[in-house]
Nanobody, 128 residues
Framework: QVQLVESGGGLVQAGGSLRLSCAASGRTFSRYHMGWFRQAPGKEREFVSAISWSDGRTYYADSVQGRFAISRDNAKNTVYLQMNSLKPEDTAVYYC?????????????????????WGQGTQVTVSS
């Protein structure tokens, strides 16, 4: 069993920054692909960013490329999402997710259905 706990959300003005954290417990965190997704009211949960367990490669949605940065600290079992130049359209509940079905050659997914553990979410609100 894997438990994920997000923190760091809040209210920020447009152009500001926030850093989200996701602390993981349970199984072998260093061997999971980790992702961040977000869900705005009335919208589907969408991919934001992901990071590979094997080579640390990072992936971003076009809407956040160049503004957000994902990173991980395997010693702390934590993944981070640094969010800069925030816009009102970034307002959403942000979820951390773990893909524990890793094996040789498993690709990092942008699809929410490939992630089998989820945190409870943290609210990010960007005011204009």
């Amino acid at each position: 069993q894997v438990q994920l706990v997000e923190s760091g959300g809040g209210l920020v003005q447009a152009g500001g920054s926030l850093r989200l954290s996701c602390a993981a417990s349970g199984r072998t965190f260093s061997r999971y692909h980790m992702g961040w997704f977000r869900q705005a009211p009335g919208k589907e949960r969408e991919f934001v960013s992901a990071i590979s367990w094997s080579d640390g490669r990072t992936y971003y949605a076009d809407s956040v490329q160049g503004r957000f940065a994902i990173s991980r600290d395997n010693a702390k079992n934590t993944v981070y999402l640094q969010m800069n130049s925030l816009k009102p359209e970034d307002t959403a509940v942000y979820y951390c997710a773990a893909d524990t079905g890793v094996g040789p050659g498993r690709m990092v997914s942008r699809t929410k259905y490939d992630y089998d553990y989820w945190g409870q979410g943290t609210q990010v609100t960007v005011s204009s």
